[in-house]
């Protein structure tokens, strides 16, 4: 019996192993990719869920600390299979709340091009009544070509309720740091980035006024530095890491009485369009 016993397990195990040789010789073909980030530009409105309900995938839109996606936030590219891609925005408000959570803001379809990179700008307002009404801009991002002893930077005004405005760049934000004589980027408008302009490496704050005018100052916010490559570490991408390119996202403040209301003034972030290259 004990032999038959071992036997009948060694044949068993025999069928296993060539199983599982069968099954390593299949490969499965790699999908074509789009590259996607998510901007919420919704001045009045709280954080947000983003999913793809046509397959599953990881979007990474969401702040892993909290797993939600609040007003301001830019998030890093996330590779998803190209085609036609079927998003849907849930409302998220930190609430634990069913009826809350299951309310679907906004229902569309993007068709995305394989190895293109996309910003999806959710802006406008999501209040009944309000315009522009909430919405996505679907950006194509052409990267820019950056030489590894300068940085391109760009600007867009990303929500509603501020611009057009004149972008003018310093060396920090201090109070007494003289503005340059004449801006970086003119007449920012609402939807729509500026051009790419390549600057030396170096430390960069950005201000933002009103188109014509240095005073008052809408929103002033430092760029981030990068950290040079090192043993076993990647260049970290910043303006004065050669080779970076950034967005400066525009947000104007949150709209009264909306969840994003203690958000009094404008403000800028910044997105990561180009990594530098490890040398």
């Given at each position: 019996?004990?032999?038959r016993f071992f036997a009948s397990l060694a044949v068993a195990g025999s069928v296993v192993v060539g199983c599982g040789h069968d099954i390593s010789g299949t490969?499965?073909?790699?999908?074509?990719l789009a590259y996607v980030r998510y901007v919420h530009a919704m001045p009045d409105t709280g954080e947000v869920d983003v999913h793809l309900v046509d397959a599953v995938e990881n979007l990474n839109f969401a702040d892993p600390s909290t797993g939600y996606t609040p007003y301001r936030t830019v998030t890093t590219y996330t590779g998803i299979s190209a085609g036609s891609r079927h998003f849907?925005?849930?409302t998220n408000m930190q609430s634990t709340d069913i009826n809350v959570v299951s309310q679907v803001i906004l229902d569309t379809t993007l068709t995305l091009a394989p190895k293109t990179y996309y910003t999806i700008?959710?802006?406008?307002?999501?209040?009944?009544?309000?315009?522009?009404?909430?919405?996505?801009?679907?950006?194509?991002d052409a990267q820019p070509t950056v030489t590894t002893s300068q940085?391109?930077?760009?600007?867009?005004?990303?929500?509603?309720?501020?611009?057009?405005v004149d972008v003018y760049k310093t060396a920090d934000t201090a109070t007494a740091t003289a503005l340059p004589a004449?801006?970086?980027?003119?007449?920012?408008?609402?939807?729509?980035?500026t051009s790419w302009s390549n600057l030396t490496t170096g430390?960069?704050?950005?201000?933002?006024f009103g188109t014509g005018t240095t005073t008052p100052t809408l929103a002033k916010?430092?760029?981030?530095?990068?950290?040079?490559?090192?043993?076993?570490?990647?260049?970290?991408?910043?303006v004065t890491v050669g080779g970076t390119a950034l967005t400066a996202f525009i947000f104007p403040a949150g709209v009264a009485g909306s969840p994003n209301n203690k958000l009094t003034t404008p403000s800028i972030a910044y997105g990561i369009d180009v990594r530098p290259p490890r040398q």
């Open positions: 019996m004990r032999l490969t499965s073909p790699i999908p074509d849907r925005v849930f700008l959710h802006t406008g307002y999501a209040r009944s009544g309000a315009t522009p009404h909430q919405h996505f801009v679907l950006l194509t940085v391109a930077i760009r600007a867009i005004v990303a929500a509603p309720g501020i611009g057009p004449s801006p970086v980027f003119t007449a920012v408008a609402y939807g729509t980035p430390a960069a704050a950005l201000r933002v916010t430092q760029a981030p530095a990068g950290a040079a490559q090192q043993a076993l570490l990647d260049p970290v991408a910043g």
